[in-house]
C-alpha cells in the first residue's frame, strides 16, 4: 500500500482491555481462561461462569454448561481452560450461514469463522476479494476478514477490502494464533531451507526464521503453504501454519509458538449485506465502527473527533490515522505519495459509488450506533468531516478465543 498510517491505538492493551481468553480445540469444544492483566504474561487464573463454543459443527455435541479444568503450557503461560457450553463466541450458533474465508481448510481464517458460529459452513476462496465478493454477490451468507493484530496493527489491505464493498460488520473476533513450523513426516529441521507461508505469518515469525537462516517465500494463505508442501512432497520446505493444519494434512510439527511475540492476536471481522441480520441483545456492550474522511491537517481532526466522542463519555477502541498524499505534516504516521483511499459511498439516492478520500480516519468507538450519545458524536463530526460511512454496529467481544 503506497499511503502510510499511523494507529493511535493498536498496542495490546488498548486493543484488549480485560482480556477473557478463551480455548477451542480442533473439534471446537471450548474452554475458558481468564487473564487478568492483558498480555498474557501476568495470568492471573480465575475462573469464568460460560465459554460458549459448540461441537464441529454438530448441535448438540458439547456439554451445555459442563464444567472441565485442564492445564496447558504455551509460550510459557500456564492457562486453565474452565468451561463449555453451546453456541458460538457472539452467542449465535450459525447453523445453516455460508461463511467464505480466504485459504485452504485448516487456515486461521477459517477457525475464526467457525469460532464466530460454529455451526456455520465454511467456504474457501482465494483471495479475500474473493471472499467479499461471494458475500456481496449472495453466494454465501457472511465473510470473514482478519483486520488488525497486536503484532502488526492494521490490515490495510484488507481494510481497502471492505472499504469497498457496501457490506456491514456484524461480528468481532479476537483469535490467539499460535504459528507451528510443519514439514513432510520424517522431515527434520536441519533439512529445512526454505519457509513458506502467508505474509502475515512470516512477519510474525520474523525473527525465529532468521535464526534458523531459511528463506522464505510467501504463498497465499497458511493452510494453503501446508497443502502445497502435501501435494509436492517438498522435502527441503517447511510451512508456518496452525497444529491444526498439521493434523488436517498429516505433517510433522517440528517446532510450536514461532511467533517473535508470545501475545500473538489477530481480530478478524465477520461482515455481512446490510441491514445487518444480527440483532443485538439488550443488555450487549456494543461497538460501532466507522470511516470518517476530512480534507487534511490530520492532528486538529483527531483532536476534534476525540473531542466529539470524549464529550460524550464514549470509549474508543480504535484510531486509524492514514494520509497519502499531504507532502508529510499531515501528521498521524507522516505521509507519501500514493493512492487515496476508495470508499463506498452507499448514502447518497441511486446507485452505491466509488469515492477518493486522500484523508482518512478509521474509527472503532463503545456504544451502539443507535445510542443517542452516539449518534450525536457522529453527527457532530460530519460538520467538519467530508464524509462518514458507518461500517457496522455489534456486540463487543474482548475475548480471545484460542484453538489447541
Ligand atoms: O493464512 C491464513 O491462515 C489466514 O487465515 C490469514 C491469516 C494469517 C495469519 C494470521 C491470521 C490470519
Not at 44 to 73: E, F, L, T, W, Y
Not at 379 to 396: D, H, M, N, T
Request: overall charge positive; hydrophobic content about 40%.
Amino acid at each position: 500500500m503506497a499511503y502510510t498510517s499511523s494507529s493511535l491505538h493498536l498496542h495490546k492493551h488498548l486493543l484488549l482491555p480485560k482480556t477473557t481468553r478463551r480455548h477451542t480445540n480442533p473439534s471446537f469444544v471450548a474452554a475458558a481462561a481468564k487473564i487478568n492483566g492483558v498480555n498474557g504474561h501476568s495470568s492471573k487464573k480465575s475462573p469464568n461462569g460460560k465459554a460458549q463454543i459448540n461441537g464441529d459443527g454438530k448441535k448438540g455435541v458439547n456439554g451445555s454448561g459442563r464444567k472441565k479444568a485442564a492445564a496447558q503450557h504455551i509460550n510459557g503461560n500456564d492457562r486453565i481452560h474452565l468451561s463449555v457450553s453451546t453456541g458460538g463466541a457472539g452467542g449465535q450458533d450459525g447453523f445453516g450461514l455460508r461463511v467464505a474465508f480466504q485459504g485452504a481448510p485448516g487456515a486461521y481464517s477459517e477457525f475464526a469463522a467457525k469460532t464466530a458460529l460454529p455451526g456455520c459452513d465454511t467456504v474457501p476462496c482465494r483471495a479475500f476479494a474473493d471472499a467479499l465478493a461471494a458475500v456481496d454477490g449472495g453466494a454465501v451468507d457472511r465473510a470473514i476478514l482478519p483486520v488488525e493484530s497486536t503484532m502488526e496493527g492494521t490490515a490495510l489491505r484488507n481494510y481497502d477490502l471492505l472499504l469497498r464493498h457496501d457490506l456491514v460488520v456484524v461480528q468481532e473476533i479476537n483469535l490467539f494464533v499460535h504459528y507451528c513450523l510443519l514439514a513432510m513426516p520424517g522431515v527434520r529441521a536441519a533439512e529445512v531451507r526454505r519457509v513458506i507461508s502467508h505474509p502475515m505469518a512470516l512477519a510474525h515469525c520474523g525473527r525465529a526464521l532468521a535464526r534458523l537462516g531459511v528463506d522464505r517465500e510467501p504463498v497465499e494463505d497458511t493452510a494453503g503453504a501446508v497443502e502445497m508442501l502435501r501435494s509436492n512432497r517438498m522435502l527441503d520446505t517447511a510451512a508456518i501454519a496452525s497444529p491444526r493444519a498439521a493434523d488436517l494434512y498429516g505433517l510433522d510439527v517440528l517446532a510450536h509458538g514461532l511467533q517473535d511475540e508470545s501475545w500473538n492476536v489477530t481480530r478478524f471481522l465477520l461482515l455481512s449485506k446490510p441491514p445487518s441480520p444480527v440483532t443485538l441483545p439488550m443488555d450487549a456492550d456494543a461497538k460501532t465502527s466507522m470511516v470518517v474522511a476530512h480534507r487534511g491537517g490530520s492532528m486538529m481532526v483527531v483532536l476534534k473527533v476525540l473531542s466529539a466522542f470524549s464529550s460524550r463519555n464514549i470509549n474508543l477502541t480504535k484510531l486509524e490515522v492514514i494520509n497519502n498524499n499531504d507532502g508529510g505534516g499531515g501528521g498521524g504516521g507522516g505521509a507519501a505519495a500514493g493512492h487515496p483511499v476508495m470508499i463506498l459511498d452507499t448514502s447518497a439516492r441511486g446507485a452505491p459509488t466509488l469515492r477518493a478520500f486522500p484523508h482518512v480516519l478509521y474509527v472503532d468507538c463503545e456504544g451502539a450506533s443507535h445510542d443517542p450519545r452516539v449518534l450525536d458524536a457522529i453527527k457532530e463530526i460530519e460538520r467538519f468531516a467530508v464524509f462518514v460511512r458507518v461500517l457496522g454496529c455489534y456486540a463487543a467481544d474482548s475475548n480471545v478465543y484460542d484453538l489447541q
